[in-house]
């Protein structure tokens, strides 16, 4: 059974410190994995990550993959208050066409001032 | 802007209503589309796959009698809670991609935050 577990499961840190918000799988037939940040509604797309070692980068936001050890970390650096969040790792394990994906539990980061 | 539209936003009702949610993609055409579930708390599962023109695919454990899905056009897939009971009471959000060699990340509607009481 395809499997997508986050850690830590809850976060709480200051405004400006650094946060590493991790995603292990197991999943068959991989095709991606996807990072996604979920405030009051619906989740809003952050990265898609394909190939193992290529850094993906937005702003302070950054995110990699390792298929060997089938895991991927998002980094924020200099937090702030909006950064608060759940952020979800989900995985698409569907061989072609378009993706299942298989979420996991997600992150809750709270940013204190 | 938005890539999905999702509506109503919010619904609460009496047990045993049927209720419709629809899901709209706007930016492009959508033969496939996918409706999650989300319980306090937790993350998202996937309900079904919507598929435009043929019967969606259901996942495990998700009653189809319950929940109808129909996907009409390109851009629109409409999910039926039929007699809606309180156990029903989730948010229920939809999913777009475009269409391409499969690797396209899914976009979220802002989901239905449904009540049954």
């Known amino acids: 059974e395809d499997k997508v577990v986050q850690s830590p499961l809850s976060l709480v840190v200051h405004e400006g410190d650094t946060v590493t918000l991790n995603c292990s799988y197991e999943v068959t037939n991989f095709r991606s994995l996807l990072w996604y940040k979920q405030e009051k509604k619906a989740p809003t797309f952050l990265f898609m990550l394909t190939s193992s070692g290529i850094e993906k980068k937005s702003g302070r936001l950054s995110s990699i993959l390792d298929k060997k050890e089938l895991f991927s970390i998002l980094n924020i650096t200099a937090t702030q208050t909006g950064d608060s969040a759940i952020y979800l790792c989900?995985?698409?394990?569907?061989?072609?066409?378009?993706?299942?994906?298989?979420f996991g539990q997600g992150t809750r980061l709270t940013i204190n001032p | 802007g938005a890539v999905v539209s999702q509506h109503p936003s919010r619904v609460i009702c009496k047990s045993g209503t049927s209720v419709k949610i629809e899901c709209r993609s706007l930016?492009?055409?959508?033969?496939?589309m996918f409706w999650y579930r989300q319980f306090p708390k937790q993350s998202l599962m996937l309900m079904a796959t919507?598929?435009?023109?043929?019967?969606?695919?259901?996942e495990q454990g998700v009653e189809k009698d319950k929940f109808l899905i129909n996907h009409a056009s390109l851009t629109l897939s409409t999910l039926t809670v039929t007699s809606a009971h309180p156990e029903d009471s989730s948010f229920y959000i939809c999913?777009?991609?475009?269409?391409?060699?499969?690797?396209?990340?899914?976009?979220f509607g802002d989901g239905t935050r449904l009540s049954i009481l």
């Open positions: 999913s777009v991609a475009r269409q391409g060699n499969g690797n396209q990340p899914q976009h």
């Open positions: 919507s598929n435009e023109g043929s019967k969606a695919t259901y």
């Open positions: 989900a995985v698409a394990g569907y061989p072609q066409g378009a993706q299942k994906l298989v």
């Open positions: 930016d492009f055409q959508a033969t496939t």
